[in-house]
C-alpha cells in the first residue's frame, strides 16, 4: 500500500467577537489540515491548531515534511514519525514543524482506522465510551462589563448540564482576580469542580502564590499554566508553597519535554495536545510516562480527538470543551461538532477513524491556501 496524494489546507476562520486571555486577544482562528489519501481509496484527515500561524505549518508541511513522504506505505506510522521527526530535527522539535508532524501523524492514525473500519479508539482498545468534560471560557470580552457577563456566562454552563468550569485569570490584578473566582463559585456552588487557567502570565513566582493564596479556599481543582511553561523550578517552587493542583503542557512537545515534568512530580496533571505535542503516537507514549508517576491528563482544546484518546487512556480525568463556537471555531468546518452528554462528558463519534464529517462547502469558504501534491507521480 502507498500514498497517492497529499492535500494541505491552511483555513482562516473569524471568531464572532474577538475573545482575550491574561496577554493575548484573538479576532481569528487559523488551522492546518492535511488530507493523506492512499492507493486502498482511503483519506485520512489530520489537523493542527495554529491562532495565527497557519502560513508557517503550511511552509513546514509542503517543503520539509510532504516530500519525505514519497514511496511510503500509510500503515508505517512509527516508521513515517521516527523519519519525519529525526530528519528535522536542526529545523523541527518543536513549534510549527511540529504541529506539521502532528497532522500528518493524526491523519495516518485516522486513515489506519479507517482501514480497519473501526474509531479509532476501538482501534488502539478502549477502556470506556466517555469521558467528563469542562466547559472552558470565563475570557475576558472586549468592552464588557467584567463581572456581568462572567456571572452570565457561567449560568449558562450550568444551564447546559455541565459539572465543571474553567476560568482565564492573570489579566487584572489579584485582588480583582479573587474576585472574579469567587463570583464562579457561588454561582456554580460546592459541587462543581472549579479550574483557573493563567496562560503562562506570572514571570515572577511570587506573585502567582499571592493569588493561589487568594483563591485556595474556592477550591480549585487544578491551576492550569500558571507559569511559562518552560520554567521548570518556577512550577516546582510554586508546588512547595500551594495546596492547589498545578497543570500545564498545552504547548509542550515530545516525549522528552513532558518527561521533565513528570519526573520532578511538579504537576499534578499534564496536558498534552495531540495536534501539537507530537500527534497520537507521541500523545500516547506522553500519557505512559504520566501514569507512571500517577499524573492526570487533562487534554487541550480538539477534544475530537482528545475523547478518542481519553476512552483509550484512563489517565485522562477530564475533557476541555467550548460552549458554542466563539472559541473553538473549528467545529464551524465539520457537519458533526461534538455536544456535551446529559451526564457531563463526551462521546466519540461512531464512524470510522475520527468520525468527523468535514463541511466542504466551509472549508472551502475559510481556505486561504491548498496544495495538492500528486506524489505517486514522482515514484
Ligand atoms: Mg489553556
Redesign the pocket.
Known amino acids: 500500500m502507498k500514498i497517492t496524494r497529499v492535500t494541505t489546507q491552511w483555513v482562516r476562520i473569524p471568531l464572532e467577537r474577538p475573545v482575550g486571555?491574561s496577554i493575548k486577544t484573538l479576532t481569528h482562528r487559523e488551522h492546518l489540515l492535511v488530507r493523506i489519501q492512499s492507493d486502498e481509496g482511503i483519506e485520512g484527515v489530520g489537523f493542527c491548531l495554529q491562532d495565527v500561524s497557519g502560513g508557517a505549518a503550511k511552509a513546514a508541511m509542503d517543503e520539509l515534511l510532504v516530500p519525505m513522504l514519497v514511496g511510503e506505505d500509510p500503515r508505517d506510522i512509527a516508521k513515517i514519525w521516527d523519519k519525519l521527526y529525526f530528519q528535522t530535527v536542526r529545523a523541527g522539535r518543536r513549534g510549527n514543524l511540529l504541529h506539521a508532524l502532528s497532522a500528518i501523524d493524526i491523519a495516518l492514525w485516522d486513515h489506519q482506522a479507517k482501514l480497519s473500519k473501526m474509531p479509532l479508539y476501538k482501534l488502539l482498545g478502549a477502556s470506556r465510551e466517555e469521558v467528563p468534560c469542562y466547559a472552558?471560557g470565563g475570557y475576558y470580552y472586549e468592552g464588557l462589563e467584567v463581572f456581568t457577563k462572567l456571572q452570565e456566562e457561567v449560568e449558562g454552563y450550568m444551564d447546559k448540564g455541565f459539572n465543571a468550569v474553567?476560568m482565564?485569570v492573570g489579566r487584572l490584578a489579584n485582588a480583582q482576580e479573587a474576585k472574579r473566582v469567587k463570583l464562579v463559585r457561588d454561582v456554580i456552588g460546592p459541587d462543581v469542580k472549579l479550574m483557573i487557567?493563567a496562560?503562562q502570565s506570572f514571570l515572577d513566582v511570587n506573585a502567582c502564590l499571592d493569588l493561589c493564596k487568594r483563591v485556595e479556599e474556592y477550591d480549585i481543582t487544578f491551576f492550569?499554566?500558571p507559569l511559562p511553561m518552560d520554567f521548570f523550578e518556577g512550577y516546582i517552587r510554586l508546588k512547595n508553597q500551594t495546596s492547589i493542583p498545578l497543570a500545564t503542557g498545552?504547548i509542550g512537545a515530545t516525549r522528552w519535554e513532558f518527561q521533565q515534568f513528570i519526573k520532578d512530580r511538579s504537576l499534578n496533571y499534564v496536558?498534552p495536545d495531540a495536534t501539537q505535542c507530537g500527534g497520537v503516537s507521541e500523545w500516547m507514549k506522553i500519557a505512559s510516562l504520566a501514569s507512571t508517576q500517577g499524573v492526570s491528563i487533562a487534554p487541550?482544546?480538539h477534544w475530537d480527538i482528545h475523547v478518542q484518546l481519553g476512552c483509550v487512556s484512563r489517565e485522562v480525568s477530564i475533557l476541555?470543551k467550548f460552549n458554542g463556537t466563539n472559541v473553538k471555531n473549528f467545529d464551524l468546518i465539520m457537519h458533526n461538532p461534538m455536544e456535551v452528554t446529559s451526564r457531563g462528558t463526551l462521546k466519540p463519534h461512531e464512524g470510522d477513524g475520527l468520525g468527523i464529517e468535514w463541511n466542504e462547502n466551509a472549508i472551502k469558504k475559510y481556505l486561504v491556501d491548498e496544495k495538492v501534491h500528486d506524489i505517486a507521480v514522482k515514484v
Open positions: 486571555w472552558s474553567k482565564k487557567d496562560n492550569e499554566e498545552e496536558q487541550h482544546y476541555e
